[in-house]
């Protein structure tokens, strides 16, 4: 079973989240705290079901991702412009899930960047993360230990769909009579962000090379 990817955690277990908590304290409001891709849930969830712009004090987003076609990372660019031959050839091989085996976490963290290779664990994260990682170096085995961990790959063709297109839009089946059954229409629509009416607070690292501030909404 592949595993949960933003759309559904943003439509499904985040709005049962904040129900329960309304629910279990008796609060009117609560407010919401997301980094990076719990954003992302967020500006879902408001799009599909902008009720629950009521149900929320304040947003505070902690390198928030959206729209990441301004990303300055090269190699996850780079990355990018293999999705539709990644998503072809998971598709043909039935993988719906990449799970780094335990082995393979302790080599990386327990080895390569806990000893004297550590100069090369640097190097593999900083195509990824950019320069911070040099002030984290003691950091790293714990980074990479949190970081290899189990995803699915229609979120990696989702995230990599995001950063070609430009365009903060629902998953693209790259299939027109797949697109127009699921949606109605033969591209995905975009996520409608006008329906984000909550206060909302973004917090960007000036080393962040993932996210941009270079982003403009119409």
């Not at 407010?31 to 954003?39: A, E, K, R, S, W």
């Not at 664990?121 to 290899?148: A, H, K, Q, W, Y």
């Not at 839009?169 to 790259?174: E, G």
């Amino acid at each position: 079973m592949a595993l949960a990817r933003f759309h559904e955690i943003g439509t499904i277990d985040l709005p049962a989240i904040i129900d329960y908590i309304l629910r279990e304290t008796n609060a009117k409001k609560v407010f919401f705290v997301g980094h990076n891709q719990g954003m992302t849930d967020l500006f879902v969830l408001l799009s599909a079901k902008p009720r629950y712009n009521r149900k929320l004090q304040h947003a505070v987003g902690l390198a928030s991702i959206a729209y990441l076609g301004t990303t300055e990372n090269r190699v996850v660019r780079r990355a990018a412009e293999l999705t539709d031959k990644l998503y072809a050839t998971l598709r043909a091989l039935n993988i719906h899930e990449l799970k780094p085996t335990p082995d393979i976490v302790r080599l990386l963290s327990g080895t390569v960047c806990a000893s004297d290779m550590n100069e090369l664990c640097v190097e593999m994260m900083r195509g990824f993360l950019g320069t911070t990682v040099d002030r984290s170096r003691n950091l790293l085995p714990n980074i990479v230990d949190d970081l290899l961990t189990s995803v699915s790959t229609r979120q990696l063709i989702h995230v990599g769909q995001l950063m070609q297109t430009k365009r903060f839009q629902q998953f693209d089946y790259r299939n027109y009579m797949l697109n127009t059954q699921k949606y109605g229409q033969a591209k995905p629509p975009e996520y409608n962000l006008s329906r984000v009416l909550l206060p909302v607070s973004l917090f960007h690292g000036t080393n962040d090379f993932i996210t941009s501030t270079k982003v403009k909404l119409n």
